[in-house]
């Protein structure tokens, strides 16, 4: 599904509200957990079959609504759109100013160059575009959250030919040492206070606290903007003769960012679009109708009559889309040829459902992300709407989105309506978005390190999220029985990597200019000398056990010494096994355990097998990752 929140529920708590995710966290994926609910489940069959019935008079509503609707701010001059996508004619509060703002210190400072010679770049940068696109950034969340808010906001400024502004920062939520240590490198601000969320409240005052990153330390900026017009919020605010400082810490779009028309007396122009226009059930938002192929005009009343409209209808439910092979199935007592897609897309076009292309999520779950295998989905015509057709004729200099849309939604939080603006975004994800030099460097070195530990074979590697998967209950509660099960899981990466050097067969995943990594044909996979031997002697008794286990490079939040030293006795090898403290020491940021993390990450994505879980944002990254390397796309193992 595109989402699954019910369209009642706000997609985002005002910052300001206690524990703003307890809502937004969701049910743990194993079925046992949820075993108890299910046994109620009998009692809504009756009910279900009467919505079933009434889909018609449902559908038939869907078709009646009008287009979103772009809501004026008060304090904000816009401009009136001829548009189909109309300002409504009630008027919202002002954009609000939460929290203090930020003041920069030299360490955020964008590296290098004149000051004035930039700024004329960023200028021609922006010139050629139709004018700014903001939004609501939730900076509170972690990187790889955060990296796929950026892109799903890339390709929304995109699609409208605007210049994406992004905050000039993010915030680290760990210190690799004392906070004192980090707090010499970066600004030390209680998470809490800074972002007007109080999720972190009850912890212990230094469990509260969070670093302010440059967002230049996250991304390679310098190389996005050669496929992507991006500005930083500080470039932003320089650009149009306002002061750097007015950047909330918040991470949300302030009103005190529209400033005066260069040259002129007169305000920027601007505009917002409410969150819950973004696609309000059961509208499901596609990048742009124009694109898509040329289908039947249609009697939307004559068609939702006949038998096929009806079974797709019945097979829907409740849910936003339906899934190609539930179409095939549905559809095959009208089809010549059912394994045919054409025939198959065609059949649904005359009934007036279109075909639609975006990525599988893992374990029916939206939380990865990851871009590495591509499906199509298939929606009743009546349900699109458009981006571009919303929004690419406001005449405005800066277009707003408020609030969150990443949530429970597919990578770039549309469906895409061609194959070939699917693979752009995968381009944008896999290629265009980099970490910087620093770390791709400290990454290549630590896994050609790990390819010499284990006497230049092929090498596997795991990720072990603890932290609040724990707290969660998404993952196991004790550390040592969440080791042995990711451990077991390697275990059998071993035999998958014999089986495709013996095949001599790569697979890769599916996704845009892949070259292969022929190292998996050439190299060796693990073999018994790549195990270490460990001598136990249970007590009481005195005789020996003797065990062995593969050596594998593991990624993980888990902190605890004891835990540490348990992890590598039992074959496992951690990034500080791999870098040396000097050369941690040349990048500085390390210091800080989110931007160390983007090395593990890294490191994940070069391993030859991998083993992660369905809900880490971590392993989705690492997955796409594993693509953009060229990895055979059986040599990974994700868990629920």
């Not at 210190?175 to 998470?191: D, F, G, L, P, S």
């Not at 068609?303 to 209808?313: D, R, S």
């Not at 499906?375 to 969150?404: C, H, K, N």
């Given at each position: 599904?595109?989402?699954?929140?019910?369209?009642?529920?706000?997609?985002?708590?005002?910052?300001?509200?206690?524990?703003?995710?307890?809502?937004?966290r969701?049910a743990?994926?194993?079925?046992?957990?949820?075993?108890?609910?299910?046994?109620?489940s009998?009692?809504?069959?009756?009910?279900?079959?009467?919505l079933?019935?009434?889909?018609?008079?449902?559908?038939?509503?869907?078709?009646?609504?009008?287009?979103?609707?772009?809501?004026?701010?008060?304090?904000?001059?816009?401009?009136?759109?001829?548009?189909?996508?109309?300002?409504?004619?009630?008027?919202?509060?002002?954009?609000?100013?939460?929290?203090?703002?930020?003041?920069?210190?030299?360490?955020?400072?964008?590296?290098?160059?004149?000051?004035?010679?930039?700024?004329?770049?960023?200028?021609?940068?922006?010139?050629?575009?139709?004018?700014?696109?903001?939004?609501?950034?939730?900076v509170?969340?972690?990187?790889?959250?955060?990296r796929?808010?950026?892109?799903?906001?890339?390709?929304?400024?995109?699609?409208?030919?605007?210049?994406l502004?992004l905050?000039?920062?993010?915030?680290?939520?760990?210190?690799?040492?004392?906070?004192?240590?980090?707090?010499?490198?970066?600004?030390?601000?209680n998470?809490?206070?800074?972002?007007?969320?109080?999720?972190?409240?009850?912890?212990?005052?230094?469990?509260?606290?969070?670093?302010?990153?440059?967002?230049?330390?996250?991304?390679?900026?310098?190389?996005?903007?050669?496929?992507?017009?991006?500005?930083?919020?500080?470039?932003?605010?320089?650009?149009?003769?306002?002061?750097?400082?007015?950047?909330?810490?918040?991470?949300?779009?302030?009103n005190?960012?529209?400033?005066?028309?260069?040259?002129?007396?007169?305000?920027?122009?601007?505009?917002?679009?409410?969150?819950?226009d973004?696609?309000?059930?059961?509208?499901?938002?596609?990048?742009?109708?124009?694109?898509?192929?040329?289908?039947?005009?249609?009697?939307?009343?004559?068609?939702?009559?006949?038998p096929?409209?009806?079974?797709?209808?019945?097979?829907?439910?409740?849910?936003?889309?339906?899934?190609?092979?539930?179409?095939?199935?549905?559809m095959?007592?009208?089809?010549?040829?059912?394994?045919?897609?054409?025939?198959?897309?065609?059949?649904?076009?005359?009934?007036?459902?279109?075909?639609?292309?975006?990525?599988?999520?893992?374990?029916?779950?939206?939380?990865?992300?990851?871009?590495?295998?591509?499906?199509r989905?298939?929606?009743?015509?009546?349900?699109?709407?458009?981006?571009?057709?919303?929004?690419?004729?406001?005449?405005?200099?800066?277009?707003?989105?408020?609030?969150?849309?990443?949530?429970?939604?597919k990578?770039?939080n549309?469906l895409?309506?061609?194959?070939?603006?699917?693979?752009?975004?995968?381009?944008t994800?896999?290629?265009?978005?980099?970490?910087v030099?620093s770390?791709?460097?400290?990454?290549?070195?630590?896994?050609?390190?790990?390819?010499?530990?284990?006497?230049?074979?092929?090498?596997?590697?795991?990720?072990?999220?603890?932290?609040d998967?724990?707290?969660?209950?998404?993952t196991e509660?004790?550390?040592?029985?969440?080791?042995?099960?990711?451990?077991?899981?390697?275990?059998?990466?071993?035999?998958?990597?014999?089986?495709?050097?013996?095949?001599?067969?790569?697979?890769?995943?599916?996704?845009?200019?892949?070259?292969?990594?022929?190292?998996?044909?050439?190299?060796?996979?693990?073999?018994?000398?790549?195990?270490?031997?460990?001598?136990s002697?249970?007590?009481?008794?005195?005789?020996?056990?003797?065990?062995s286990?593969?050596?594998?490079?593991?990624?993980?939040?888990?902190?605890?010494?004891?835990?540490?030293?348990?992890?590598?006795?039992?074959?496992?090898?951690?990034?500080?096994?791999?870098?040396?403290?000097?050369?941690?020491?040349?990048?500085?940021?390390?210091?800080?355990?989110?931007?160390?993390?983007?090395?593990?990450?890294?490191?994940?994505?070069?391993?030859?097998?991998?083993?992660?879980?369905?809900?880490?944002?971590?392993?989705?990254?690492?997955?796409?990752?594993?693509?953009?390397?060229?990895?055979?796309?059986?040599?990974?193992?994700?868990?629920?």
């Amino acid at each position: 599904m595109l989402r699954s929140d019910s369209p009642t529920r706000p997609l985002l708590r005002s910052p300001n509200t206690e524990e703003p995710h307890a809502s937004l966290r969701p049910a743990q994926p194993s079925w046992r957990r949820n075993f108890p609910f299910l046994l109620g489940s009998g009692i809504f069959v009756g009910v279900a079959v009467f919505l079933l019935l009434s889909l018609g008079n449902v559908e038939q509503a869907s078709v009646d609504r009008g287009p979103p609707a772009l809501v004026e701010e008060t304090t904000l001059d816009l401009a009136t759109s001829t548009t189909s996508c109309a300002l409504s004619a009630t008027v919202s509060d002002p954009l609000p100013t939460l929290g203090p703002s930020l003041h920069k210190n030299a360490t955020e400072q964008a590296v290098g160059g004149d000051e004035n010679s930039e700024l004329d770049n960023l200028r021609k940068m922006v010139s050629r575009t139709k004018g700014y696109y903001g939004r609501d950034y939730s900076v509170w969340l972690g990187w790889n959250n955060m990296r796929y808010i950026i892109e799903a906001s890339l390709l929304q400024a995109r699609l409208l030919n605007r210049t994406l502004i992004l905050p000039s920062f993010v915030y680290a939520r760990a210190c690799e040492k004392e906070n004192e240590k980090c707090a010499a490198i970066a600004t030390m601000v209680n998470r809490n206070d800074a972002t007007g969320v109080n999720e972190w409240r009850n912890r212990p005052l230094a469990k509260q606290m969070a670093w302010r990153v440059p967002m230049e330390v996250m991304l390679d900026l310098p190389h996005l903007r050669q496929t992507h017009n991006v500005l930083l919020l500080r470039e932003y605010l320089q650009l149009n003769g306002m002061d750097p400082n007015l950047e909330q810490s918040t991470g949300q779009w302030s009103n005190d960012y529209i400033g005066k028309k260069t040259g002129s007396d007169k305000r920027m122009t601007a505009a917002a679009i409410r969150n819950e226009d973004f696609d309000p059930h059961p509208v499901v938002r596609v990048d742009s109708l124009s694109r898509m192929a040329k289908s039947p005009v249609l009697n939307m009343t004559e068609v939702m009559q006949q038998p096929v409209y009806g079974i797709l209808m019945h097979k829907l439910g409740n849910d936003l889309v339906l899934e190609w092979q539930e179409a095939r199935v549905a559809m095959a007592p009208f089809m010549t040829n059912v394994q045919s897609d054409d025939e198959l897309e065609e059949l649904l076009a005359e009934n007036g459902w279109s075909t639609l292309y975006t990525y599988a999520g893992e374990m029916g779950m939206e939380f990865q992300k990851s871009v590495v295998e591509p499906i199509r989905q298939v929606v009743p015509r009546s349900r699109l709407r458009g981006w571009v057709e919303d929004y690419d004729t406001i005449d405005v200099d800066t277009l707003v989105l408020r609030g969150e849309t990443h949530l429970r939604r597919k990578p770039g939080n549309m469906l895409f309506t061609t194959t070939s603006e699917r693979d752009e975004f995968s381009r944008t994800v896999l290629y265009h978005l980099r970490p910087v030099e620093s770390v791709r460097y400290v990454a290549k070195k630590a896994a050609r390190r790990m390819q010499e530990m284990v006497g230049g074979r092929m090498w596997m590697a795991g990720h072990m999220r603890r932290g609040d998967f724990v707290s969660e209950g998404w993952t196991e509660d004790g550390v040592k029985r969440h080791f042995y099960v990711l451990q077991n899981r390697i275990h059998m990466g071993r035999n998958v990597l014999v089986d495709i050097a013996a095949s001599q067969e790569l697979q890769p995943f599916d996704v845009p200019d892949v070259k292969p990594d022929t190292t998996q044909l050439t190299l060796a996979p693990p073999e018994r000398t790549d195990r270490q031997v460990i001598l136990s002697v249970p007590i009481p008794y005195p005789k020996l056990i003797i065990s062995s286990f593969f050596r594998f490079f593991m990624a993980t939040d888990e902190r605890s010494p004891q835990s540490l030293a348990h992890f590598k006795t039992y074959g496992a090898v951690l990034i500080h096994d791999l870098l040396t403290p000097e050369e941690l020491g040349e990048y500085k940021w390390f210091l800080l355990t989110d931007v160390l993390a983007l090395v593990e990450q890294a490191v994940l994505g070069r391993s030859y097998y991998l083993y992660c879980h369905a809900m880490s944002s971590v392993a989705g990254g690492a997955v796409n990752l594993r693509a953009l390397m060229g990895k055979d796309r059986r040599t990974m193992f994700i868990d629920d």
